[in-house]
């Protein structure tokens, strides 16, 4: 950058000789470096008024914001870039060689400075640009919840890299810091290991998807609907309408039941005893016809009833159906169970208590 200064220098110096009258001669350099920001100034607005005039337009008529966005980031850094520029150069007619290297040092952070400004905010808009689109058409919160965090990650990672150039810039030797942040990281990490694991774990259900929100789920001892999947926790409510709230960390090292998977369908099973000498045959046409005739009910699979065994003080059989969601579960079991005992009663199907028969033997 340095010999390209010095080669432009060479070439304005020599034009403007030959242009200034004599007594303006000893005022040349003032009047070069003048002239050569006013310069910088005037072509950084020409390409500003091009950009909001033309390109903005071009962007508009795209489908994708990100073009537009991007626009309106890097429009103010080119334009301070120019002016920059020219006052680099400019320096170049009033500062000596040695204050011209500090001067030239400046510079440079500063152009550092507005490339990573201007690469963090290009990554970022993508970031959220692309991952809003993906995020869209999944149900879970989860990425919706990562794409700031990851878009703030990736910003750090691009500022932190710009710094480390700024300093190496400057002359300061950047691996004994690096060692220390490392440590300093390792110790910070150690301290947060819990939080950092709960946050990892989020991204291994955005990745895996075992469940997603609005499923049936059940870990450990907690069963309900997921309600929302966060980055560090799973919020379940239960099925007795209170909140459970999961650290993620635990969703990832624990069995998950999820009664959504592969489909809502589920299975409801209604057990219930008929007195012995009942007509079994009689007891299923009659269990099967409740069965049938409920609209909650699929009618494929078909629902079936099943002699399970001989009971102490009755025969037990079992009505498996299923149902289209599992939020119905506890409706439709008993509206089936209200449906069995009624059809029982009707038909004369003896429902007995359960019975014990004590003999005695006389001595």
């Known amino acids: 950058m340095t010999n390209e200064t010095l080669k432009i220098e060479e070439i304005i110096d020599q034009s403007m000789t030959g242009f200034l009258p004599e007594y303006l001669i000893p ?12 310069a910088s100034v005037i072509a950084a607005k020409i390409i ?5 005039k033309y390109f903005k337009k071009l ?3 795209t489908e994708t914001k990100a073009d537009d966005l991007i626009l309106v980031l890097i429009h103010k850094p080119i334009y301070y870039a120019i002016i920059l520029l020219g006052v ?9 060689a040695g204050f011209m290297g500090y001067f030239t040092k400046g510079v440079a952070i500063l152009f550092i400075a507005l490339f ?10 993508m970031i959220t640009e692309v991952g809003s689109k993906i995020a869209s058409k999944t149900e879970s919160t989860l990425d919706d919840e990562a794409l700031p965090f990851l878009s703030k990650l990736v910003k750090f990672g691009i500022y932190a890299l710009g710094i480390m150039i700024v300093l190496s810039q400057l002359g300061v030797e950047i691996t004994p810091l690096v060692a220390s942040l490392g440590i300093a990281g ?6 947060a290991k819990d939080t950092i694991g709960n946050l990892l774990a989020g991204f291994f259900i955005l990745a895996d998807r075992p469940f997603a929100r609005g ?8 069963t309900g609907e997921v309600i929302d999947i966060g980055l560090r926790t799973t919020k379940i409510q239960t099925l007795d309408h209170t909140y459970v709230i999961i650290p993620n960390e635990k969703m990832v090292i624990n069995e998950v039941t999820n009664y959504a998977l592969p489909d809502p369908r589920l299975k409801v099973s209604v057990k219930f005893g008929v007195a012995y000498g009942s007509d079994v045959e009689k007891v299923k046409k009659t269990v099967m016809t409740v069965a049938q005739m409920s609209d909650s009910v699929l009618k494929d699979p078909e629902p079936q009833v099943f002699f399970k065994e001989f009971a102490d003080s009755s025969l037990n059989f079992m009505l498996v159906a299923w149902i289209g969601t599992f939020k119905d579960q506890f409706k439709v079991t008993d509206e089936l169970n209200t449906g069995v005992y009624n059809a029982l009663n009707r038909e004369k199907i003896e429902i007995p208590y359960p019975t014990q028969t004590v003999y005695l033997r006389k001595e």
């Open 27 to 38: 005022y040349k350099n003032l009047l070069l470096a003048v002239l050569i920001v006013l």
């Open 116 to 125: 990573a400004y201007v690469i963090a905010g290009i990554a970022s808009i």
């Open 59 to 61: 962007a508009e008529k």
């Open 48 to 52: 500003f008024f091009f950009v909001e």
């Open 215 to 222: 499923d049936r789920i059940q870990v450990g001892s907690f």
């Open 88 to 96: 680099q150069i400019a320096a170049g007619y009033l500062l000596s």
């Open 186 to 191: 390792f110790a910070i990490g150690f301290a």
